[in-house]
């Protein structure tokens, strides 16, 4: 099964897109027009599939947790809560498709893993009254996938949670909190839960990576402009945003404390925790309010943040 899904990651590699370059004034890539992008052009690259080359998820089905065969107890989740609904997408099935285009209660969301990054994002897909649906644009930034909505192909940085090409170009994305933990403990907490089912209308594999080995190897399959040797590049990080001050709370830190750290951004109070058996890690205002934090490796999160704070345990 393994071979299979190298196989197919590497047929996909070298189907190129661009053939329409002509069409358009701007420099162009699998399609899209970069004229006056919000970040240099030279760094958007082609990951390899064309564009729709890794076809989304639009019709999304799901099944209740207590009849699930799928996934297995200890394989990741992005475990979403949103609008009185609740739900949890496999890594496994998003390493394949990387955006799932769903609602919850009527509301349009827009679900994202980047598996270079180890990026699980949801965002409200609506602008002002327009709603969007997202594809996989084939192409990088940063390492990072650029979605882009099918009204106006404009691309989208998902760490940026940005357009930064075509006509929506400096428009931002509203991020909701994303859990990015273990099926068995998601389940757990919310035994009401649905979770994304393996019948997509698509040929994969679910059950092997189309990117094995991935996640412990220091090597990057993309550049990226700014690095930092503080930590391995696919640490685990819980990357803040408040008001405009990053910080990034590696786990390997995390798992030195009692699993609770209050910390201020912003001039803001912050509790990050960190949950040492799963492997995951929130964050939220003393209020309670939940921060959209991001887990992310390390080199993807100092790539688009090399300012970023870092907390640090000092023994």
């Not at 027009?33 to 990951?47: H, N, Q, R, T, W």
């Not at 989304?56 to 089905?61: K, L, S």
């Not at 209740?64 to 099935?93: C, D, M, Q, S, W």
């Not at 649905?194 to 209308?201: E, F, K, N």
Request: glycine fraction near 8%.
């Amino acid at each position: 099964m393994r071979n299979t899904a190298i196989t197919l990651l590497v047929l996909l590699l070298v189907v190129q897109s661009g053939t329409d370059s002509t069409s358009m004034a701007g420099p162009v890539k699998n399609g899209f027009d970069l004229a006056g992008a919000l970040v240099p052009e030279s760094e958007i690259l082609s990951g390899g599939p064309p564009r729709d080359g890794i076809p989304a998820i639009d019709a999304p089905r799901f099944v209740a947790a207590a009849a699930a065969t799928f996934p297995e107890g200890n394989e990741r989740v992005l475990g979403i809560r949103h609008n009185g609904v609740v739900k949890a997408y496999p890594v496994a099935i998003l390493n394949w498709h990387e955006i799932v285009n769903d609602t919850f209660a009527g509301e349009p969301i827009a679900v994202s893993y980047c598996p270079l990054c180890g990026t699980g994002i949801a965002y409200r897909a609506r602008t002002g009254d327009r709603e969007l649906s997202f594809g996989v644009s084939g192409l990088l930034y940063n390492s990072d996938m650029l979605l882009y909505d099918r009204k106006t192909r404009s691309l989208w940085s998902q760490i940026l949670r940005q357009a930064v090409s075509g006509p929506m170009k400096g428009t931002q994305l509203e991020a909701i909190p994303v859990d990015h933990t273990r099926w068995s403990e998601w389940r757990r907490q919310h035994p009401d839960t649905l979770v994304l089912s393996t019948d997509t209308g698509y040929q994969r594999d679910y059950a092997s990576s189309p990117y094995p080995g991935y996640e412990s190897s220091r090597k990057l399959w993309f550049p990226v402009p700014a690095q930092d040797d503080r930590y391995h590049p696919k640490e685990p990080v819980l990357g803040v945003e408040v008001d405009g001050e990053f910080k990034a709370y590696p786990f390997v830190e995390l798992g030195k404390t009692a699993g609770e750290v209050h910390d201020t951004l912003s001039g803001r109070s912050i509790i990050v925790s960190y949950d040492r058996r799963n492997h995951a890690a929130t964050a939220r205002f003393v209020n309670g309010e939940r921060l959209p934090a991001v887990t992310a490796f390390w080199f993807a999160w100092y790539a688009f943040h090399p300012g970023t704070g870092v907390y640090q345990v000092h023994q």
